[in-house]
């Protein structure tokens, strides 16, 4: 099992920037992929960005961010540039065991509990 807790979060203006981390606990890190995943009020969680385990393969569905990880830190992040006021959303991270790319919430086994995004226009 893998826990995973986000950190980074908080109120910025549109236009600015925010890094999210995701630390995981356990020593098998590596072997997890990551997605990053997003939920506004009275919406569905949808998703963000996904790296492999050994973060050579990447997707998005948001151009401005970018998601990276460091392996030896048990660690995954997601650099958001120019937000917009409609990125505001609780931001989860995710991890599964397993080789490629997931992008669908189904797919993923662990979650974190989540960390705010709030971007004022």
């Known amino acids: 099992q893998v826990q995973l807790v986000e950190s980074g979060g908080g109120l910025v203006q549109a236009g600015g920037s925010l890094r999210l981390s995701c630390a995981a606990s356990?020593?098998?890190?590596?072997?997890?992929?990551m997605g990053w995943f997003r939920q506004a009020p009275g919406k569905e969680r949808e998703f963000v960005a996904a790296?492999?385990?050994?973060?050579d393969s990447t997707a998005y569905a948001k151009g401005r961010f970018t998601i990276s990880r460091d392996n030896a830190k048990n660690t995954v992040y997601l650099q958001m540039d120019s937000l917009k006021p409609e990125d505001t959303a609780v931001y989860y991270c995710?991890?599964?065991?397993?080789?490629?790319?997931?992008?669908?919430?189904?797919?993923?086994?662990?979650w974190g509990q989540g960390t705010q995004v709030t971007v004022s226009s």
């Open positions: 995710a991890a599964r065991d397993g080789y490629g790319i997931f992008t669908t919430t189904l797919q993923y086994n662990y």
């Open positions: 356990g020593r098998t890190f590596s072997r997890y992929a």
């Open positions: 790296i492999s385990r050994s973060g």
